[in-house]
């Protein structure tokens, strides 16, 4: 499955470790760059891809897609959010899962910084689930 944000490898590098089979994706050649090189000190060749997640077009299907480091949430303006999501389920095989993860300031909505924790399961017309997690 692709990771979108490669970045340093901090995530790529552990799960090949650990015997996934990941691809690195980023729009960054700095950081794909970085991650290539993390990766070979590790004996490791990854498999990255210079795209952004918004424009993604891999010959492909993946059982899982993630969007990791805040990444997601840097997509602008609405429609290439709309249409990141489209390309994504696209290049996922039936019964694929797409994990976005996101940053939320919570400090910032609480005076107290305590929170409660957030669970909930949307399902689509599809029956297709969207699984929200604090």
Excluded: C
């Amino acid at each position: 499955f692709p990771s979108h944000d490669s970045g340093s490898g901090r995530l790529l590098i552990p799960l090949l470790q650990n015997g996934f089979d990941i691809e690195g994706l980023d729009a960054s050649s700095h950081m794909l760059n970085q991650s290539r090189r993390s990766a070979e000190k590790e004996g490791l060749n990854p498999v990255l891809y210079k795209q952004s997640i918004d424009k993604i077009s891999i010959n492909k299907k993946y059982d899982m897609i993630m969007i990791v480091g805040g990444s997601f949430q840097l997509i602008y303006p609405r429609k290439n959010v709309i249409k990141a999501l489209q390309l994504v389920k696209r290049h996922l095989k039936e019964g694929g899962r797409l994990l976005i993860d996101t940053f939320i300031p919570w400090e910032f909505f609480y005076e107290d910084g305590e929170k409660e924790e957030f669970r909930h399961i949307v399902k689509n017309e599809s029956g297709e689930e969207i699984f929200l997690q604090d």
